[in-house]
Each structure stands twice: as C-alpha cells, then as structure tokens.
C-alpha cells in the first residue's frame, strides 16, 4: 500500500506563489505516475499536473506556463510550484499516485486560496 501525506497549502493574494509538497510512503517501488488534482467547490476533481518516472510531464491547459511540478524519485516527493496564482486557482489540491498496475492512491488534500 502506498500512504500520500501533502503539504504547503494556504491562503496568497493574486499574482502570488505557493509551493505543494506530496510524500509517499509504503510500497513506493510500485509507483509509476504521482499528480496533483484539483477540487473547487461545487465542482468535479480536475487534472492538474502528473509526472511520471522517468520524468514525462502533463499540464492541464489552465495551469500551463505558471505550475511546476517536479519529483524526487529518491525522496519519493513530488512538488508543485504554483505561480502567478489567481482566484479561480481556489480548490482543494490532492496528491495522487498511480502504481504500474493501475492503483490509485489519493492524499487527504490542501487547501489552496487566492485573495483577490
């Protein structure tokens, strides 16, 4: 079992950064692809950023040109570097890892706001 812990959620102005951080523990040799996804309220979990092993890298649009995310396979940490945030970046944001054989596993989730 893989166990996912994040952290580095909180409240930023407009135009603001912030940093999340996701560490896996467990069974984390059995890790293919780690990701953050999104949740606003009253609206469905969305993509956000994966990453996988060897390092391939997936935005969604929105998010495009202002997040990071990078993974320290050693650490079994991924981050997201979130830039230029604004207030439609609201959401909960959940860690995700997927294993070689399709297993999901998703952390207990941040909160990120953006004032205007």
């Known amino acids: 079992q893989v166990h996912l812990v994040e952290s580095g959620g909180g409240l930023v102005q407009a135009g603001g950064s912030l940093r999340l951080s996701c560490a896996a523990s467990?069974?984390?040799?059995?890790?293919?692809?780690m990701g953050w996804y999104r949740q606003a309220p009253g609206k469905q979990r969305e993509l956000v950023a994966t990453?996988?092993?060897?390092?391939?890298?997936n935005y969604a649009g929105s998010v495009k040109g202002r997040f990071t995310i990078s993974r320290d396979n050693a650490k079994s940490t991924v981050l997201l570097q979130m830039n230029s945030l604004q207030p439609e970046d609201t959401a909960v944001y959940y860690c995700?890892?997927?294993?070689?054989?399709?297993?999901?596993?998703w952390g207990q989730g941040t909160q990120v706001t953006v004032s205007s």
């Open positions: 995700n890892a997927e294993s070689y054989v399709r297993r999901i596993t």
């Open positions: 467990g069974s984390i040799f059995s890790i293919n692809t």
């Open positions: 990453i996988t092993t060897s390092g391939s890298t």
